[in-house]
């Protein structure tokens, strides 16, 4: 897994690529919530992420849950096919706002 | 009943790409589809991941993996000497009830047919079988 | 996969015959020959034994036999609401050491051709799985 | 089951019928352990044994033990298919004396 975050207007995009296991997820979670823990609204791009398992859902789950404490948007954009089933099984899917892509939601807002 | 398979590595996060390349080439052999391999490469990772953090909770020890090609399944024994589990200490969460956590349990069956602790040979550790059927020969426990 | 039987009774040793009873004709109409048949009524006896002794000790409880009639195989599901079991916990003994007692698992082992623990419904209790294949099937464990 | 004691000369015959199980053995148990503390050589006659499992073998088994403590002679006659099976499968058909019946016992004697 590559992780990195770029800033889109006063957004925090937080792309996280490659293969997010029990092994890397805790470098993704890190940053997620060092966006949200700086007050930023905050998107997971994860149209580069060929592979995630519940460690990773689970750091995608606390930055959705710190985001709605501090009142940040929080939001998944690019959802690669990999990454959408896992959160299928996961009942997720219907949970997190997902959006095509970063333009997608800042268009929306 | 062929063991196709084998595979050791040290119960680390860091050799669970090891495991998950084992399953998606043995399930990939056996003929299962893209979706299907996919999920069960899952599903192994994330009983491994419970061996790693439930299972050893951070002391050392061996992960085997063997692949047992059935005729009408293929199966996935995980192995370790962590101390006895009981099935019943599995507890998958109520997925309504949102928190980061407790999915694994939850992917491992809804993704196998079939998931059993099996004896081992000496009566230490734990022996889990996941086994998946065929098309058409899927029964659901 | 079809459930031919099912009996509940207390966890009890006048319940036992029951249960033998049930499980003498299931394995008939499956079609096993007399030894084994015979076989199979000891083996899921012991397993009940174990669960009156061992899983309950002495509590009170229900004992439930399932017995399902695969294409390939005849198993019975044996359900206790005792404490969870891990399948390591079977100590079977080296039958050189004569001593009263400690025979059970070694009767199950050898007359199975599978021993597992499957998850239960709602993670309470256990699952025990003991499944025999038609001749020619068996899968030693 | 039922379990019944006769004498033959000086021997203890306990005669054990039916099904043997963890609900009936502790009565023959009781029986086999009481005529070796009494002093007496005992044989247990399982001819009219239908089934026998774990607890019944076991009750044999602290007999046969009970016995050598007591250098007392112990021995099974005219054991069932049934309950020889059980015994085959426990290998202690090689570990107890096995006799045709009560005669075969005292001739040898
Ligand atoms: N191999 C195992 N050893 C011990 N306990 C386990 C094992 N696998 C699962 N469990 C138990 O089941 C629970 C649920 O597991 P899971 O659904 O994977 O979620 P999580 O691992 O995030 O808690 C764990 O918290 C643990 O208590
Ligand atoms: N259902 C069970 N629950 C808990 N422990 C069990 C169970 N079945 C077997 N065991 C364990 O395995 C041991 C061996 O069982 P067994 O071979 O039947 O001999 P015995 O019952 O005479 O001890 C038991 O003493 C017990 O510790």
Redesign the pocket.
Known sequence: MTAEVKMEQDYAVVCLSGEIDLHSSPQGRKLILACLHDGRPTLVDLSAVSYID??GV?SLVEGFQLARERKLDFALVGVSAAALNVLKLARLDKVFPIYANVQARLAAV | MAVEQRLEVPAQPEHLHEIREVVQRAAEAYGFDKDCVRDLVLAVN??C???I???Y?GRNGPIRLEVVSQPDAIEFRIR?E??P?AMS?????DLNDIR?????????REIMDEVCYLPTPDNTG?L?SLKKYQIGQGMDV
Request: no cysteine.
């Open positions: 519940s460690s689970a | 994330e009983a991941m419970n061996v953090q439930h299972g909770a370790d962590a101390a589990v200490a599995w507890k998958a969460r980061p956590g407790g999915l694994g349990v939850h992917f491992i734990n889990l």
